[in-house]
C-alpha cells in the first residue's frame, strides 16, 4: 500500500515541477498602474488586524477571491482582478492576515486558523458594507470559503471552490512534505514569492504551513468535514484533472457532501488553472453566478 502511495506520491510532484512552472500568473511590476483608474488598494481594522484588499468594478453582485497558501490577491488572481466583467460584479481580492500586505502580524496556523480566516474574510466584507457576498476560493481559499459558508449561510449567496480538501490524508501528508524546502521550488513561482515576503519569511512560512496542515490528519473531523452538509448556498465545484496537489477524490467527496453542488472538471487543469486557463475559468464563474 505504501509502496503504491509513494509511486504516485512522486507522479504527483514531477507534475508539480513541471507544472507550477509554465502555469504560475506573475503580475508585471507595473500590473497596478496599468488598470490603477479601476482598482483601488486599502486597508481597513478587522478583528484586531489590519487586512489588505483590493477592490474593482460597480456591479450589484458582490465577489470575493480568496487566495491560496502564501498568496495574496495581488499574486494569485491577476486575471480575475482584471478580466472579471466589472459592470456585473464589484469584486474584492483580500490577502488573510499574515499574508501579502495584510502584516504584521506574521502567519501563523493554530488548530482553528482556517476559521479564523473564514471569520475575518466575512467580518471584512461586513466591514466593506457589502450586504451578501459570493465566494471565489482558490486551494486553502477553497476550505475557508466552505467553513465561511457554513457557519454563516444567510450571508453567503454563491460559491466557486477549486483546489480545496475537507480532510488529510497519508498522500496528502507526502505532498505537502514534498513543497516544504522552497528552496527546490522553480524559481518562476519563488521569485514573485520572495519578492513579496523576503526569502526568511517565505521559507519559515511554508514551514509552519506544512506542519499546520498536518494537523488535521489526525483530527476526527479532518479540516472541515463536519461542516460540509450545513452548506446552503449554490456551490460550483472545479476540478483539474491533472492536479499534482489535490487529487480528484477530494473534489469528489466535497460534491458528494455538499447539498446540490456541481462538479466541473477541466481535463487539462492543474493546480493553478484559474491562472493556465483563465478565460475558461471566469466565463465558468461568471455564467455561474450569474
Known amino acids: 500500500m505504501m509502496a503504491a502511495v509513494g509511486h504516485r506520491v512522486v507522479q504527483r510532484l514531477r507534475f508539480l515541477r513541471c507544472a507550477l512552472k509554465p502555469e504560475t500568473y506573475v503580475p508585471a511590476a507595473r500590473t497596478a498602474a496599468a488598470f490603477s483608474t479601476s482598482v483601488t488598494s486599502a486597508k481597513v481594522a478587522v478583528n484586531g488586524v489590519h487586512l489588505h484588499y483590493q477592490r474593482t468594478g460597480e456591479g450589484n453582485h458582490a465577489v470575493l477571491l480568496l487566495p491560496g497558501m502564501l498568496g495574496s490577491g495581488e499574486t494569485d488572481f491577476g486575471p480575475q482582478i482584471k478580466n472579471l466583467n466589472k459592470k456585473l460584479f464589484t469584486v474584492v481580492a483580500w490577502d488573510p492576515r499574515g499574508y501579502g500586505h495584510s502584516r504584521p502580524p506574521d502567519r501563523d496556523f493554530p488548530v482553528d486558523f482556517f476559521e479564523r480566516d473564514a471569520q475575518d474574510a466575512v467580518d471584512l466584507m461586513k466591514m466593506l458594507k457589502f450586504k451578501k457576498v459570493s465566494l471565489l476560493g482558490w486551494s486553502d481559499g477553497g476550505i475557508t470559503a466552505l467553513i465561511a459558508a457554513a457557519k454563516h449561510p444567510s450571508y453567503i449567496h454563491k460559491m466557486v471552490i477549486w483546489g480545496a480538501n475537507a480532510y488529510v490524508t497519508e498522500e496528502d501528508e507526502m505532498i505537502y512534505q514534498g513543497i516544504r524546502d522552497v528552496s527546490k521550488w522553480s524559481e518562476k513561482i519563488r521569485k514573485p514569492l520572495e519578492t513579496l515576503y ?28 463536519h461542516l460540509l452538509p ?10 483539474g484533472e491533472k492536479d499534482p496537489m489535490i487529487p480528484r477524490f477530494h473534489a469528489d467527496f466535497i460534491h458528494e457532501h455538499v447539498r446540490g453542488s456541481r462538479l466541473h472538471l477541466m481535463p487539462e487543469g492543474k493546480h493553478n488553472l484559474h491562472l493556465r486557463f483563465a478565460k475558461e475559468f471566469n466565463e465558468l464563474a461568471e455564467d455561474f453566478l450569474q
Open 198 to 225: 523576503g526569502y526568511d519569511y517565505f521559507a519559515k512560512t511554508c514551514e509552519k504551513w506544512v506542519d499546520g496542515i498536518k494537523q488535521f490528519k489526525h483530527l476526527p473531523d479532518g479540516i472541515c468535514r
Open 230 to 239: 450545513l452548506v446552503q448556498c449554490p456551490t460550483l465545484i472545479v476540478h
